[in-house]
């Protein structure tokens, strides 16, 4: 991973170097704020080193990778308000720093200072890239709509709340992934099979947050353990608890937030649906290592790519 360290530090030089600066600082700051909590740049990441894998400089990736992150943290700052959060990578959210009308603000320029980047990348498979990234820019739009319509749905489908984590958080990767591929100018088959690669990768990931949001251990994941649970989410576990015809309704009208997390999680382990959750999540990393598979059989340079998705995966055990 020591390559892939090192275009981390590199990439995080660059963003810092591009940070924007204007007029009012109250519209500008909020984006430098966003953009300072860290998180593992694993969008940007994943961009760099698909360019590299299809075998074009890394470094030619930064600013694509850069417009992805600023889309990627513009929807965080629009979600939190949506979601009423106010704490995000253990910092406050932009809009209880300011407030929400600031950071919607801040979001909405956000959204252009991506497109700004993205319009201004000198390379012959521009429009691919522009088109791909506006697909992918409103389906994000489209699964953050589902998840907020699912909180007063009382009958969301699996193949619903399947459909919703694949828009809201899977197609992004995907883009990232496919995007650096297309700097290298990979051909439609190369490309596809990086799109692929990290849309499952991301399914994957978002079934194991589920997962370990309820079994995992707090000390690992610095979350506390059954957060969705007292929430009130509906997520995979609390779904197919419900198609087995259990009554999660019942469960989640717990008043005491611990008796309801220790009530649902001993249900769950109970019908082995901590285990079939695993499983599934394990299905999509196969699906994901096989297009990976299939990018080194046509020449593709996809060992980073592979340690990188070992990392995601594998961060809690």
Not at 45 to 56: H, N, P, R, V
Not at 63 to 75: D, G, T, W
Not at 262 to 278: F, G, I, P
């Amino acid at each position: 991973m020591d390559s892939a360290k090192f275009l981390a530090g590199q990439f995080e030089k660059y963003l810092q170097e591009n940070l924007p600066e204007g007029k009012p600082d109250n519209l500008y700051a909020p984006i430098r704020y966003i953009l300072n909590l860290g998180g593992k740049r694993t969008r940007p990441l994943l961009c760099i080193l698909s360019t590299e894998a299809a075998g074009a400089q890394p470094e030619e990736a930064f600013q694509l990778a850069y417009a992805l992150e600023v889309f990627h943290n513009f929807s965080l700052v629009h979600d939190d308000i949506m979601d009423q959060a106010t704490m995000r990578r253990g910092q406050s959210t932009v809009h209880m720093k300011w407030n929400s009308p600031t950071a919607i603000l801040a979001g909405d320029n956000m959204l252009v200072y991506c497109y700004s980047l993205l319009m201004d990348l000198r390379h012959p498979k521009k429009q691919e890239i522009l088109d791909l990234f506006n697909r992918v820019a409103r389906e994000v739009c489209e699964g953050q709509q589902m998840d907020m319509d699912f909180a007063s749905n009382d009958n969301v489908k699996i193949s619903e709340y399947m459909e919703m984590i694949r828009l809201k958080t899977a197609v992004l990767l995907g883009c990232c992934s496919a995007g650096g591929a297309l700097l290298a100018n990979s051909d439609k088959e190369r490309t596809a099979l990086y799109y692929q690669f990290a849309e499952n990768l991301g399914i994957a990931f978002q079934l194991m947050d589920d997962y370990l949001d309820t079994f995992g251990d707090s000390k690992k994941t610095g979350k506390k353990q059954g957060g969705d649970i007292a929430e009130g989410k509906k997520t995979w576990l609390y779904l197919r608890a419900q198609e087995s015809g259990l009554n999660m309704k019942q469960i989640y009208s717990e008043e005491n937030v611990e008796t309801r997390i220790q009530n649902a999680t001993e249900l769950y382990a109970k019908y082995h649906l901590d285990k079939e959750l695993l499983k599934l999540a394990r299905e999509y990393h196969d699906t994901s290592l096989q297009c990976l598979e299939e990018l080194r059989n046509l020449g593709e340079n996809t060992e980073s790519l592979k340690i990188l998705m070992d990392s995601l995966i594998s961060r809690s055990h």
